[in-house]
């Protein structure tokens, strides 16, 4: 284990495990306006939002890690405290990252970009037309870190006007995120295009009102398994209760259940590995239930 203390090494360096590390992230792209009315554009990924009563979201225009230099969206929101941040996807990733061209104060990232502006409601500040998410803001601080290179600008955004486009809108009226095309920064030059092949949902996720039964109940047999990796056993251990007896006498008598048996009848260890690795394709499956039982099966041979 490499162990860094951060006031030893170069800043750049720190710079790059940090943002390699701590990956990905989302993009905002802030529209902002400076007090003589000249529009800047910029992608910013030290972004997220914090709370939704109010609705708050915090972007960092850090400054420059090469001149200490401030960014022009962070002296715009100190002259006017206005921005949109628009939410990019994968199909103008390469105009956005237009707009992140180091042009000189004035100058319009919209038009060296080729994205259109829209017209904002609640703010001056116009939004990205072919963004799917546009979040108008009011800026309500800007949180200085320090005046070296690489500092901080902590931007906090209440979110007064909500733009969605109901292409990307499921069924219900929510955002499919199978449909946003969602990108996200790395380290240094990569980047991650979040696709249906990555997109995965997770049964019963965090439910409020019924707690897992935990990794700490599980018998060692499960959670020290060779055949079963720590994901697996985490799936088992969401579960809110163990099998009932009955559940385990029922099972028992499945035909593939007496098979397994029957074929490693005299090898605890061949069993242990058959009835694991069945299980292991259940939790696959998304039959957690299942799973749990046969592994239970074990404890009450």
């Not at 800047?40 to 708050?56: D, E, H, I, K, R």
């Not at 990252?97 to 502006?117: Q, W």
């Not at 499945?254 to 074929?263: G, L, M, N, R, T």
Request: hydrophobic residues 40%; aromatic residues 8%; contains cysteine.
């Amino acid at each position: 284990m490499l162990s860094i203390n951060p006031s030893e090494i170069p800043m750049p360096k720190l710079h790059e495990y940090l943002l390699s590390a701590i990956a990905p992230r989302p993009i905002a792209f802030v529209s902002t306006i400076d007090k003589e009315g000249n529009v800047n554009l910029s992608p910013f990924s030290f972004f997220n939002v914090f709370g939704s009563n109010p609705p708050t979201l915090v972007f960092s225009p850090a400054r420059s890690g090469r001149t200490g230099a401030t960014k022009n969206t962070h002296d715009n929101v100190l002259e006017v405290d206005e921005c949109v941040v628009n939410i990019a996807h994968y199909d103008m990733l390469y105009q956005m990252n237009l707009a992140a061209h180091m042009y000189p104060k004035g100058v319009d990232e919209f038009a060296k970009s080729g994205l259109t502006k829209a017209e904002s409601i609640s703010v001056k500040p116009p939004r990205v037309a072919e963004c799917f998410v546009q979040m108008e803001c009011k800026v309500k601080n800007v949180i200085e870190t320090g005046q070296g290179g690489g500092a901080g600008n902590l931007v906090v955004c209440e979110v007064t006007m909500l733009h969605i486009n109901e292409k990307v809108l499921n069924e219900e009226g929510s955002i499919d995120p199978f449909k946003m095309n969602y990108i996200a920064r790395m380290g240094k030059q990569f980047w991650a295009r979040i696709g249906a092949e990555n997109i995965i949902s997770i049964p019963g996720f965090k439910m409020a009102n019924e707690l897992g039964i935990g990794w700490d109940a599980l018998p060692q047999s499960i959670t020290h398994s060779n055949y079963l990796s720590a994901n697996d056993v985490a799936q088992i251990a969401s579960l809110h209760s163990f099998p009932t007896k009955g559940d385990l006498g029922e099972l028992r008598m499945a035909d593939f259940v007496q098979e397994i048996f029957e074929e490693n009848n005299n090898d605890a260890e061949a069993l242990k590995k058959a009835i694991h690795l069945r299980a292991k394709i259940e939790i696959e499956r998304g039959s957690l239930p299942l799973a749990f039982q046969l592994l239970m099966l074990l404890e009450n041979v």
